[in-house]
């Protein structure tokens, strides 16, 4: 029967301990028995003693440099450490040969404590990874190796995390001219949340930085298989490297306008700011090297760039992004990170699951912080039949009506990135939040419904009332029953006379009629009398002048008549040089 060999872990513990025990010593009896239990040989087991031994000394001399003097040099045959005094010296020169040769001058080689490059090369390497690293290359190169606790938000809407970067992209403007754009980034460090990705013309301002926190803060919805996830609301911090003086001196105005708290970390302290970082790393890798124009694309055997040019005067307009259609592959890349990609720490969930799943309660930015925040503004524009129309979208609201009758010109105020809205203001003076013509609710069609349908009424009302009055006007007014034209004056003569050949009774009768007498008719020449009692009464309808109004039917309409001559009277007497026939 075989028995199993004891680890070697458990033969350094125990004999470790019985060395404590017995003042720092271990009796050659013990050596024997344990090596003999271990299957090793007595010189074995003390090199293994030595060993464990040595790396507790390198994790002191590590630990807490001030436990060993500058000064100290090892003992002839200890292994060689390296201590703070070599640490300078390797920074200094940045470089371990030269440093090798500063410290360890070939002239005192043979000396007590000169060691070889070998020895000195090899335990710099054993140096931990953080410290080897930070001597050569820096806090970057250092914290690359180091860990750090996590920066967990207790809940959505916690903390957001902003910064800014130039993307290597070349992207072309209006006007044919090249650029690089600055890419601005919102990230929701509880759900890792991508809030906002947009792009600007030159670095961050109050005004981009209001717009990027407003579009951050804007309500907007996810369509999901469970329903629709509403996504935005206030935050409790806002988390920003503090190393661009001008991008927190701007954040901080944007978070007096949202009353929420900002939180600076140090500057260039990039693993504070760890979300903000991570995201700009997944632009980098996941759309901006797929894109035309990419800068970092590497260099050809002629030493030119293999995707676009070095600069931007040899950069031709047609063959990159232009500054609209970046941006779109940003919205799309935002999208697709917050409903695709799994988050480990989050128990590989996406971005937009966690957020659905937080129980916290959003809070909604007010619409007068929003508006407020809208610094971008067009002015002079002009109300038509659809509404406002800006950047290719018809915006509409039942107030811009009254501005479409009187053509006044108004001034919007609007976000880069949102499209279901703009506010109208007549100067300073808000008038309305117009909505997208294709986004509008049913409450909202109907409002503009319910003021066409109010107007169109009221003309109906006009309108009827008015056809009443026409046609009660056509029945009583006679005043144009006479024509007032000035009529041919032989016709008037002729008129004349034969009304007086009908109407004049002193006229003697043809002496050729049948029923008159010739004996016994009066002599023309001889006067009648004609008094009133023997006057002759005219049965025909009385003569009447010409422009005589007609006489009235009834008192009331004669009256009426009265009244409208006397106010056709004295408005022709108003006009100048008019007396209306009267002597002057």
Request: charged share 25%.
């Amino acid at each position: 029967m075989t028995t199993s060999k004891p680890h070697k872990t458990a033969v350094l513990s125990a004999l470790l301990a019985y060395k404590e025990s017995y003042g720092g010593r271990v009796p050659n009896f013990v050596v024997d028995q344990m090596a003999q239990k271990a299957c090793v040989g007595p010189r074995q087991l003390r090199r293994w003693v030595n060993e464990v031994e040595q790396a507790k000394s390198d994790d002191a001399t590590v630990d807490d440099t001030t436990a060993q003097p500058k000064s100290a040099r090892p003992v002839k045959g200890s292994p060689f450490t390296i201590t703070e005094e070599h640490l300078v010296t390797v920074r200094s020169t940045l470089n371990i040969k030269a440093a090798h040769a500063l410290l360890f001058p070939e002239a005192k080689r043979g000396q007590t404590g000169w060691v070889s490059y070998p020895t000195f090369a090899r335990a710099f390497k054993n140096l931990p990874p953080s410290l080897r690293d930070g001597v050569l290359g820096g806090w970057d190169a250092m914290a690359k190796a180091q860990v750090y606790l996590s920066m967990a938000a207790p809940h959505r809407n916690h903390s957001w995390h902003l910064d800014h970067t130039e993307a290597d992209v070349w992207v072309s403007i209006r006007g044919g001219s090249i650029i690089r754009p600055h890419v601005s980034i919102v990230r929701d460090n509880a759900t890792s949340m991508r809030l906002a990705a947009i792009a600007y013309l030159g670095r961050p301002n109050e005004d981009s930085i209001c717009d990027l926190l407003a579009t951050a803060a804007l309500p907007r919805e996810y369509k999901t298989s469970n329903g629709v996830v509403a996504v935005g609301g206030l935050p409790v911090q806002l988390v920003l490297d503090n190393g661009l003086e001008h991008f927190s001196e701007a954040v901080t105005r944007g978070a007096l306008m949202l009353g929420v708290a900002i939180n600076p970390t140090k500057a260039f302290y990039k693993h504070l700011n760890g979300p903000a970082e991570s995201t700009f790393n997944g632009l980098n890798n996941q759309l901006f090297k797929a894109l035309p124009g990419y800068k970092k694309g590497g260099n050809g055997d002629d030493g030119q760039p293999l995707i676009a040019a070095r600069y931007a005067d040899q950069v031709d307009p047609d063959s990159v992004l232009t500054m609209e259609s970046f941006q779109k592959h940003l919205d799309k890349w935002l999208v697709n990170m917050n409903t695709t990609q799994k988050v480990h720490r989050l128990g590989n969930q996406t971005a937009l699951t966690a957020w659905n799943d937080d129980p916290t309660v959003i809070r909604d930015a007010p619409e007068e912080t929003v508006r407020a925040m809208m610094l971008r503004s067009k002015t002079q524009r002009v109300v038509n039949a659809e509404g406002i129309r800006f950047r290719g979208v018809d915006y509409t609201a039942p107030e811009l009506g009254y501005y479409r009758e009187r053509g006044l010109k108004l001034r919007i105020g609007y976000l880069m990135r949102e499209t279901r809205f703009i506010e109208v203001f007549d100067g300073e003076t808000h008038v309305c939040r117009a909505i997208d013509r294709t986004l509008l609710t049913e409450h909202q069609r109907r409002a503009i419904l319910l003021g066409r349908e109010r107007d169109l009424d009221l003309l109906k009302r006009v309108n009827a009332a008015a056809n009443q009055e026409r046609a009660h006007r056509a029945a009583t007014d006679d005043t144009d029953a006479y024509d007032e034209e000035e009529l041919d004056p032989t016709m008037t003569a002729a008129v004349d006379e034969a009304v007086d050949n009908v109407t004049n009774i002193t006229r003697a009768p043809r002496k050729d009629s049948a029923h008159v007498d010739a004996d016994t008719a009066p002599n023309p020449t001889t006067e009648i009398d004609m008094t009133p009692e023997f006057k002759r009464v005219d049965p025909t309808t009385p003569k009447r002048t010409r422009r005589q109004q007609a006489p009235s039917r009834s008192a009331a309409q004669q009256k009426r008549q009265e009244a409208k001559t006397d106010q056709v009277r004295e408005r022709i007497t108003k006009r100048p040089g008019a007396n209306f026939g009267e002597d002057e």
